[in-house]
């Protein structure tokens, strides 16, 4: 994908994270599965909202965690609440096990980092356990893990959409002048608010061309950052990609 870059993100913007996304999805106490690399940001949604909450986390082995039969015997065996995964890893996972709904958490499936196809997916809500919800998440990490989040349940629209901004972020959808286009109508994306990072380390072009002044207002030098994704915003406030 590119020259890697790092990304500056400030402890504050990582706070109004984990504050936020615990808000919406409903962490709390219990036990919560880790199964990507702690250095990737996708497994935030669960490492630090388990040490907050005072939770068990779980560093689960790259061994298990892409064995189908191993990691369904690791989530019953512990009694698994809280699960974030990538659609792709958790779809091979679910395709080699004899009893994939042994896969699943007992309170929270959180999917994020790519689109889950729509006939899969429904057949993960089928096999949902009772009390658990399916939640899509969506945000890059230069606005701190995740900005977007939407409940999936049974009848939900197809595509599942990204979702509303969590806690203070803003999601502006605008068009090539930067101006807001009505509801239902493809724009761009841009995201605002306090998770929004620093920049990227070293490289000032880089930072120049995706970090913006908010165009929507704001407290002074509010920024937004640009990450180039089509969207378009639903009747009910969600934005759909």
Not at 2 to 31: F, N, S, W
Not at 102 to 123: F, I, K, Q
Not at 147 to 168: E, F, H, I, N, T
Request: aromatic share 6%; with cysteine.
């Amino acid at each position: 994908t590119g020259t890697p870059k790092a990304v500056m993100v400030e402890h504050r913007a990582l706070d109004a994270y984990v504050r936020a996304v615990t808000a919406r999805i409903g962490l709390g106490a219990g036990a919560y599965a880790l199964v990507s690399p702690p250095t990737a940001d996708l497994g935030h949604t669960v490492f630090f909202p388990a040490l907050c909450a005072g939770g068990t986390l779980h560093v689960v082995p790259e061994e298990t965690a892409t064995d189908p039969e191993a990691m369904a015997a690791y989530v019953e065996r512990h009694g698994i609440d809280h699960l974030k995964v990538v659609p792709s890893h958790l779809r091979a996972l679910w395709e080699g096990a004899r009893e994939p709904a042994r896969l699943l958490p007992r309170r929270r499936l959180v999917l994020g980092g790519e689109a889950a196809p729509a006939g899969w997916l429904e057949e993960v809500l089928a096999a949902l356990p009772a009390g658990c919800e399916l939640w899509n998440h969506y945000g890059p990490t230069e606005t701190t893990v995740g900005v977007l989040s939407q409940r999936a349940a049974a009848g939900v629209r197809m595509p599942l959409p990204l979702g509303r901004p969590l806690g203070d972020a803003r999601a502006h959808v605008l068009d090539a002048h930067l101006r807001p286009v009505p509801v239902g109508v493809p724009g761009e994306l841009y995201v605002g608010g306090a998770q929004v990072a620093r920049g990227f380390l070293g490289r000032a072009e880089l930072t120049a061309e995706r970090f913006h002044p908010d165009p929507r207002g704001g407290e002074p030098g509010a920024r937004v950052y640009r990450p180039g994704d089509r969207v378009r915003r639903l009747p009910d406030g969600a934005v759909e990609y």
